[in-house]
């Protein structure tokens, strides 16, 4: 077994701290990796909270995770020691029922393995995350990574990025469509920085007024203040996609409204609570609402790819783990330029 060092939460609403346990023995088929950035999602503060219930506890959060291979299993092909690797939201999956034939493993009929908060399909044992030094992960379900981006900002694209690239491609959005991004957080930056260089017309609609320099920054055409009544009329009936990433508890009806005839909002935020809608607000225009959760392994590497091309990374803040419980904190309150990252040297 190898010993781990890591940072947990021992159980919910508690502060994490430092925490060592073992990992399993590289196998034929793993990569081990020793982490060298993890990035901080908004999932790791639900779940170390409990908010949507079933958390395992010790909990080592982080599933946006870059660093070099150190060791590789006898059956792997694609990874030798010294290469970059990622790690996203999944380690495992059942590898064989249509969803995952697909590619589409994030919707595995059994269900996927998390990085962490999972339990390991044969063991049954805890799956432990990214704010550790290394881990063990099977080659199918690692990731390689550019080595022409700055990695720290690699990192959140393993799940903020390929979290918003799956439905914008799902959704074949680009040229010609208005896209509106509810919220300007860790997923919202990376969603306005992926509709700007697919084409889109990219609205931000944001509860932080101070953030509009940052969005235009960001490549955002236009910025709308969703608390200013006379800001939020303007865009009635405007997008053709709306993609909320918003985490708390909002007022459904008045953002379906933003959407014009047959136009689609994409959920990505998941609230603790279950949002309320009257159902006319999408019976007068035909309007969606459609969900959409992380992407497919092999969705990931294009994603990777696609940002190796158009020179796109996230805006990060690089913290030190000690810092993390401060982080959530800020976190909580929208603070957060645009994410932040963690650098496992400071372990
Ligand atoms: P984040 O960095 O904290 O960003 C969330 C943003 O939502 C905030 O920056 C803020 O933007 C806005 N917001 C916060 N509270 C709000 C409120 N009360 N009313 C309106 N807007 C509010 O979080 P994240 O890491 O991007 O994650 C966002 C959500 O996506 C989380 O719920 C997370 O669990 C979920 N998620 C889903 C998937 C998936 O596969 N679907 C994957 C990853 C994460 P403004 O300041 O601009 O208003
Ligand atoms: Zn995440
Ligand atoms: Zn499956």
């Not at 099977?138 to 990025?161: H, K, N, Q, S, Y």
Request: with cysteine; charged share 20%; glycine share 10%.
């Amino acid at each position: 077994m190898l010993p781990t060092k890591a940072y947990a939460a021992p159980a919910a609403n508690i502060p994490l701290e430092p925490f060592q346990f073992e990992r399993r023995e590289v196998g034929p088929h793993d990569v081990q990796i020793e982490i060298l950035f993890c990035g901080v999602c908004h999932s790791d503060l639900h779940q170390v909270r409990d908010e949507w219930g079933g958390s395992i506890f010790p909990m080592v959060p982080g599933h946006e995770i870059v660093g070099r291979v150190v060791k590789v299993g006898e059956h792997v092909r694609l990874f030798k020691p010294g290469d970059l690797a990622g790690v996203g939201c999944m380690v495992d999956s059942c590898r064989t029922c249509p969803s995952c034939r697909e590619g589409l493993e994030q919707y595995c009929e059994v269900g996927f393995v998390g990085t962490y908060n999972g339990r390991e399909l044969k063991s049954g044992a805890p799956t432990y995350g990214g704010y550790s030094n290394h881990i063990v992960v099977a080659e199918a379900f690692t990731l390689r990574v550019p080595d022409t981006l700055p990695l720290a900002g690699v990192a959140p694209l393993l799940c903020a990025g390929i979290t918003t690239f799956s439905p914008l491609r799902q959704w074949k959005v680009g040229e010609g469509h208005r896209v509106g991004v509810m919220g300007l957080g860790g997923l919202g930056h990376m969603a306005v920085k992926l509709a700007v260089a697919m084409g889109a017309e990219v609205t931000v609609l944001s509860t932080s007024p101070n953030k509009e320099a940052d969005a235009k920054a960001l490549g955002a055409h236009k910025f709308v203040v969703t608390r200013d009544a006379e800001q939020l009329k303007r865009v009635n009936n405007y997008f053709d996609f709306i993609i909320n990433t918003v985490s708390a508890p909002l007022d459904m009806s008045l953002y379906v409204n933003l959407l014009r005839r047959d136009g689609t909002m994409i959920l990505l935020g998941v609230p603790p609570e279950a949002p309320q809608l009257h159902a006319f607000n999408l019976i007068a225009k035909r309007r969606r609402i459609a969900g959409s959760l992380i992407g497919g392994i092999e969705e990931t590497q294009e994603m990777l790819d696609f940002c190796a091309r158009h020179n796109i990374v996230s805006d990060v803040e690089v913290i030190p783990i000690n810092y993390i419980n401060e982080a959530y904190e800020r976190m909580l309150k929208s603070d957060v330029k645009y994410r932040f990252v963690i650098d496992m040297a400071t372990l």
